[in-house]
């Protein structure tokens, strides 16, 4: 199972960037696919999830409507939009796949009861 993660760089505030997470090597419709992002001196934390089953999300209360999460089932890739980024979103960008439900964000991982797989993340940074 492989997720390459892409579409990080320096962005001002006020800007857009959209990240990409291919994915290969899963069932597609049995996964969700999260994004999740670490900043320096912080733990993870949970930003949006995908069921791919049937395109259910998450957001995490920080996105606010900035973020979008999406899904192309031909591509076996997800997006994450993001829009109106402020510099509290600067943090390294992880994609990952879980058979754990939309849960995998509500947990950061499938707690041992399914499977979990992570990609490398990918830096976004946002200035002032």
Not at 32 to 61: L, M
Not at 84 to 109: N, W
């Amino acid at each position: 199972v492989q997720l390459q993660a892409s579409g990080g760089g320096l962005v001002q505030s006020g800007g857009s960037l959209r990240l990409s997470c291919v994915v290969s090597g899963l069932s597609w419709e049995d996964y969700t696919i999260g994004w999740f992002r670490q900043a320096p001196g912080k733990e993870r934390e949970d930003v949006s999830c995908i069921r791919n089953s049937d395109s259910g999300t998450y957001y995490a209360h920080f996105v606010k409507d900035r973020f979008t999460i999406s899904a192309d089932n031909a591509k076996n890739t997800v997006y994450l939009q993001m829009n109106s980024l402020e510099p509290e979103d600067t943090a390294v960008y992880y994609c990952a796949a879980s058979d754990f439900g939309l849960k995998l964000c509500l947990y950061g991982s499938s707690l041992g009861l399914g499977k979990d797989y992570w990609g490398q993340g990918t830096q976004v940074t946002v200035s002032s």
